[in-house]
Structures are given as C-alpha cells and as structure tokens.
C-alpha cells in the first residue's frame, strides 16, 4: 500500500465503487493489506495489450483510456489506427478478466489525467472470493452488471458504426 494512503483511506475509496458496492466494511477488510495505491502521468501506460494480467485496478482519481493500439502484438489483428474503447474514470475498473481467466490483456489502458488507482493482485482477489461466497456473490454481480453496461455500449457503438458505413 502507498505512503499517501492509510488502510482505512483505501477501504472507503473501494467501499464508494461499484466493483465492492454492498460490501460491509469487515468483508471489504477480508481484502487486508492486498491493495496497492499506485499513481499514474498522462501517456503512461497502465496495460499493454497482450500482456499478462496480473490484477484488477480501481481508478480512483484522474482518467484512463481503454484502446486497441495501432500496432498489435497479435499478428492476426491489423489495424490501421488506435481504436479507444473507452474512457475511464473515477470509480471505474478495469482488468476484471484477470479474475476470470488466465488469458492475456484484450486491450491497453494509458493515462489520459494524471491520478491514481488501486489496484489487488489476480491471486489475492481470487483467493478472497474463493474463500467467502458472500463477498463473491456481491462482486460477482457487480461485475456482471457492469460488463453487461460495457457490451450494451460496445453494441450501441458497432451499429452506430454500421449505420455511418451505409
């Protein structure tokens, strides 16, 4: 945990995002001394697409972007630009799939304002959830609730697409 932050300071951030919303203060506790406050620049890149995951990350201040770079490390995918995906803000996760899978990042995520995040390694945050069905319950849902906001979204955005195509 960083030097600007003490414990008690991270549990409230958390408890105010929607990832650990309806979480009591003991289970958010069940987390302990596994979150990592870390500050991040403008340009400064969070995840590397194709990287491994190694965590799951709460902004909690500034703003990152979520994109497809230009230059992909997978050789099957060509693009001929960066692709954003999103924009994240205050309060907003990313690298949730690290908790589902062991599969590299599908995207990068680079600092557009300067801030920081917390962020909770893979195996700590699967192994809380492992061990208390209550807590994974709760995430679990808000997860599903936000990643299913995210493909409404990313619908909405391909028929927009689609309609501009002709």
């Given at each position: 945990?960083?030097?600007?932050?003490?414990?008690?300071d991270v549990l409230l951030l958390v408890s105010r995002t929607r990832v650990f919303a309806g979480l009591k203060q003991r289970e958010l506790q069940l987390?302990?001394?596994?979150?990592?406050?870390?500050?991040?620049?403008?340009?400064?890149?969070?995840?590397?697409?194709?990287?491994?995951?190694?965590?799951?990350?709460?902004?909690?201040?500034?703003?990152?972007?979520?994109?497809?770079?230009?230059?992909?490390?997978?050789?099957?995918?060509?693009?001929?630009?960066?692709?954003?995906?999103?924009?994240?803000?205050?309060?907003?996760?990313?690298?949730?799939?690290?908790?589902?899978?062991?599969?590299?990042?599908?995207?990068?995520?680079?600092?557009?304002?300067?801030?920081?995040?917390?962020?909770?390694?893979?195996?700590?945050?699967?192994?809380?959830?492992?061990?208390?069905?209550?807590?994974?319950?709760?995430?679990?849902?808000?997860?599903?609730?936000?990643?299913?906001?995210?493909?409404?979204?990313?619908?909405?955005?391909?028929?927009?697409?689609?309609?501009?195509?002709?």
């Open positions: 945990m960083s030097d600007t932050l003490k414990p008690q987390f302990g001394d596994a979150f990592e406050c870390m500050s991040f620049g403008e340009g400064e890149t969070l995840l590397r697409e194709g990287a491994p995951l190694v965590g799951f990350n709460v902004v909690i201040s500034g703003s990152v972007e979520v994109c497809l770079p230009g230059v992909s490390q997978d050789p099957r995918a060509r693009r001929a630009r960066k692709v954003t995906l999103a924009t994240l803000k205050s309060g907003d996760c990313f690298g949730e799939y690290a908790i589902f899978d062991d599969k590299p990042a599908s995207a990068s995520v680079i600092g557009v304002r300067p801030g920081q995040l917390i962020m909770i390694g893979q195996d700590a945050f699967r192994g809380v959830l492992a061990d208390n069905d209550t807590v994974a319950r709760k995430i679990y849902h808000n997860l599903l609730q936000i990643m299913v906001e995210r493909l409404r979204a990313s619908d909405h955005d391909f028929d927009v697409l689609l309609g501009a195509a002709g």
